[in-house]
Each structure stands twice: as structure tokens, then as C-alpha cells.
């Protein structure tokens, strides 16, 4: 299984939207609603904060959006805050299996 | 809360096995709702799915790692482990254990803060 493809970097300054793009295949992304993302910050755990595609865990803000379209899976920050500052993984489901992207720094300009 | 911590050595000499533990704390690893995952982070090189255990002992396997890999559950202990043999430097990485929830996508709902392990003589 290869790991799953996203920008190395995207930036935006505060208040603006900023959105990663996380590409696959038919065999993970494209065949299955099971992406997540997954915040981190240095030092700490990775955090879920999208599952299934698009749903948000109690407690993450609804600044933090996903979709999906094809083998391709984004998730979308709206209203960039200094805060959002981390290292954004997706990853996808296969039924048995599980495979990350190779992360997308996010900067706050 | 739920809180998992692993444990085990720092440094594994190459050719060994590499073995760690994950203590479950505030639930029960033999909820049905849930599997138990190991997942590795090398520096700069993101995260990599090792793989995860059904309290039954039904396991899934990275099949790049499948063949010098064994997970395996305790649920009297509330814990569960991994061992890796024939370590290489490759191996070297910070290794977290985690919560797979069923009910939200198979996604990683909790994590541990993660323990290193290098590989070296």
C-alpha cells in the first residue's frame, strides 16, 4: 500500500480559508468513506478531527471541513487562526487495513 | 478518560526484536465498539500504519512489516503489545499506540503521547 499523496506545505494568513488536497486511489480513498484527518501540533498525539469523509468529533470547531470527490479528499480550514499552525494528516480506511498521507505543514502567515 | 501509554525500551541493537506494550487506562480493551493500533512516526516522514488487534485477537498487519510483526492482546492485563523482529536503523521512529473506533469511520480517536525507539548498536 502506498502512503497517500498531500502538498508538503500550504500557508494563509489569519481569517482566510485554506484547503489540503489528499490523493489515493479506488482502492482506499476513492473506494471507501472511511478518511480522516488528524491534527498535530509539535510534541503532541496526532487529533482526529474529521472522520467518514466529513463529519466532525464533539468538540472541533466548525471551522474544520472535509469532502471528497473521485480518489481525491480535502479537508478545508475556514477562518485561519494562528492556532491551525500544525502538521495535517489524512488517512483512509481499506476495510483492513489503514494508510496515512505523508502529512501537509500549515502555516499561518 | 481514556488514556493509553506504551512502554518498553529505548534503544533495540539491529537484528534484534524491538517490544513494546500499550496500557489501556479508563475503559476496556475488550469493548466490540473498538480496535487497538500501532502507528510509527519517523522524523520529516509522517505517519505509517503498523497495524491494530480486535480484543478477540483477530489482527491486521502493514504487509510491508507483516513478516517480522506480531501484535497481540491481554485483556486480563488491559493491555496490548508489539514486537518487531530483525530491526534495522529503518525501524528507528517514535511509536504510538491508539484507539481504532469502530462507530467513527475506523479512524484514531485517541492516541498515546508516543515512546522512541532507535535501533542501534
Known amino acids: 500500500q502506498s502512503a497517500l499523496t498531500q502538498p508538503a506545505s500550504v500557508s494563509g494568513s489569519p481569517g482566510q480559508s485554506i484547503t489540503i488536497s489528499c490523493t489515493g486511489t479506488?482502492?482506499?480513498?476513492?473506494?471507501?468513506?472511511?478518511v480522516s484527518w488528524y491534527q498535530q501540533h509539535p510534541g503532541k498525539a496526532p487529533k482526529l478531527m474529521i472522520y467518514?469523509?466529513?463529519e466532525r468529533p464533539s468538540g472541533v470547531s466548525s471551522r474544520f471541513s472535509g469532502s471528497k470527490s473521485d480518489n481525491t479528499a480535502s479537508l478545508t480550514i475556514s477562518g485561519l487562526q494562528a492556532e491551525d499552525e500544525a502538521d495535517y494528516y489524512c488517512s483512509s480506511y481499506t476495510g483492513s487495513s489503514t494508510v496515512f498521507g505523508g502529512g501537509t505543514k500549515v502555516t499561518v502567515l | 478518560q481514556l488514556q493509553l501509554q506504551e512502554s518498553g525500551p529505548g534503544l533495540v541493537k539491529p537484528s534484534e526484536t524491538l517490544s513494546l506494550t500499550c496500557n489501556v487506562s479508563?475503559?476496556?480493551?475488550?469493548?466490540?465498539?473498538?480496535?487497538w493500533g500501532w502507528i510509527r512516526q519517523t522524523p520529516g516522514k509522517g505517519l505509517d500504519w503498523i497495524g491494530s488487534?480486535?480484543?478477540?485477537?483477530?489482527?491486521y498487519y502493514n504487509p510491508s512489516l507483516k513478516s517480522r510483526l506480531t501484535i497481540s492482546v491481554d485483556t486480563s492485563q488491559n493491555h496490548f503489545s508489539l514486537r518487531l523482529s530483525s530491526v534495522t536503523a529503518a525501524d528507528t521512529s517514535l511509536y504510538h499506540c491508539a484507539r481504532q473506533d469502530i462507530l467513527t469511520g475506523y479512524s484514531y480517536t485517541n492516541w498515546g503521547p508516543g515512546i522512541l525507539v532507535t535501533v542501534s548498536s
Open positions: 479508563g475503559g476496556f480493551i475488550d469493548s466490540s465498539s473498538y480496535y
Open positions: 467518514d469523509v466529513s
Open positions: 479506488s482502492s482506499d480513498v476513492g473506494g471507501y468513506n472511511y
Open positions: 488487534i480486535y480484543y478477540t485477537g483477530s489482527t
